[in-house]
């Protein structure tokens, strides 16, 4: 709570910068708890909307990355072009990137606390659930009313629709979290864990190790902490290893895949497939981001696998997972305008390991969906959280650097 009190005079980023990314992670209780179907594209308009009158209003001066803009533009201008009839969806995806990169560049220190303020809360959330689980024998804030048990867990996603989009949200605090609040690090693990995300659980602790390698080495008491960690993790694992696995066996032999399940495992295959049969000149160009299916459906033609893609309805709208899915749509050209502006643009970001954190957690959690630029997750992670600061120290370091010292005679 101290942490959200001490930027209670910006409560009204808190609006501008979570909720569109509640309404979309959300967009599945909305409807089938709430009768929330078709007011949920007014719900997101509204509130970009309120962003554009907070930024007019209360924001003098702003400040821009000239390779961020860049790439909003490119990619969305992209996007547009592809079909202009989508003007209103892709203007609200433009609109959300620019406000969010205006208030991250205007007030970084802010949207970091109240980001990290937002994940304890969902971390606290997942535990009550898992508590009310055994105690009640039911769950009380997740979406899904059938719990799938792993071993004597049960999966929870207390905010989020999809317990990996949860997992990724909460890692940068907790990656982050390690170095400066060990109590805070083992709640945003349950929150990132306990999900029992299967990309999670294998992405998590080998980008825990990296970005904090050299803290571990120098900490004899971050060094036990990560032992206890890593004990719990093995025994999650243990305990998951048979739900883990038949996930896994999905990729390698699609005839386990039925029709309910499997979809993660699907568009694994796809990509595979994708990258087999697509020429040279498909994979540089793309295929554009809206009514490409006609096109892509030619590239699975010769696939063995094209009568069950049919039967899953899966060549009705293609997706394989992120970055491909990113080249099936854009092209590699694209790609590498995008990463080199992303990497023009790191010099600029006040605290370098929250933007590497940022920019590799997209990446990671892509491997679970088929999302480019269309989910506000992503969005918040590369055009805000990515220019975000963890420390009111290094951003003191930073400004008393800039101010002109005076020689003295």
């Not at 201008?77 to 009839?85: A, F, K, R």
């Not at 693990?189 to 980008?207: D, E, K, N, Q, R």
């Not at 506000?376 to 008393?400: D, M, P, S, T, Y």
Request: with cysteine.
């Amino acid at each position: 709570m101290k942490l959200l009190l001490a930027s209670k005079k910006h409560l009204g980023l808190l609006f501008i910068w979570f909720f569109p990314i509640l309404v979309a992670a959300s967009t599945g209780r909305l409807r089938n708890n709430y009768g929330i179907d078709s007011s949920i594209v007014y719900l997101l308009a509204g509130s970009i909307g309120f962003s554009a009158f907070y930024i007019l209003i209360f924001l003098r001066k702003i400040s821009l990355s000239t390779n961020v803009v860049l790439i909003i533009f490119l990619v969305f201008g992209l996007m547009l072009m592809s079909d202009i009839s989508e003007v209103r969806f892709v203007a609200s995806l433009v609109g959300y990137s620019l406000a969010i990169h205006i208030i991250s560049r205007k007030f970084p220190l802010v949207l970091w606390k109240q980001y990290y303020f937002v994940s304890i809360a969902i971390s606290w959330l997942t535990f009550v659930d898992i508590a009310s689980f055994f105690i009640m024998g039911d769950v009380i804030f997740s979406y899904r009313d059938n719990v799938v048990v792993v071993g004597s867990l049960p999966r929870v996603t207390p905010i989020f629709d999809e317990m990996a989009h949860q997992s990724f949200f909460l890692m940068p605090a907790a990656i982050v979290a390690f170095q400066n609040n060990i109590k805070h690090f083992f709640i945003l693990s349950m929150g990132v864990l306990l999900t029992l995300s299967v990309s999670a659980i294998v992405m998590f602790v080998p980008l825990l190790i990296y970005f904090n390698r050299d803290f571990i080495m120098m900490s004899v008491k971050r060094i036990s902490s990560l032992v206890v960690f890593i004990l719990f993790f093995l025994v999650l694992f243990y305990l998951s290893f048979d739900f883990i696995s038949s996930k896994m066996s999905h990729i390698f032999n699609p005839d386990l895949i039925n029709r309910a399940k499997g979809s993660s495992a699907l568009n694994i295959l796809m990509t595979i497939d994708f990258l087999k049969e697509a020429s040279i000149y498909d994979l540089m160009f793309g295929f554009g981001y809206f009514n490409y299916e006609e096109s892509v459906r030619h590239v699975f033609n010769n696939s063995y696998l094209y009568d069950y893609y049919e039967s899953r309805g899966a060549l009705e709208q293609v997706g394989l997972v992120g970055v491909f899915n990113f080249i099936m749509k854009f092209g590699l050209i694209v790609l590498g305008i995008v990463v080199f502006l992303f990497h023009n643009a790191k010099r600029n970001a006040i605290d370098k390991r929250v933007y590497s954190i940022s920019l590799i957690i997209v990446l990671a959690s892509m491997v679970k969906n088929s999302h480019t630029v269309d989910y506000f997750v992503h969005l918040f992670f590369l055009f805000g959280l990515a220019w975000g600061c963890r420390g009111e120290i290094q951003l003191a370091n930073k400004v008393v650097k800039n101010i002109p010292q005076k020689k003295v005679l």
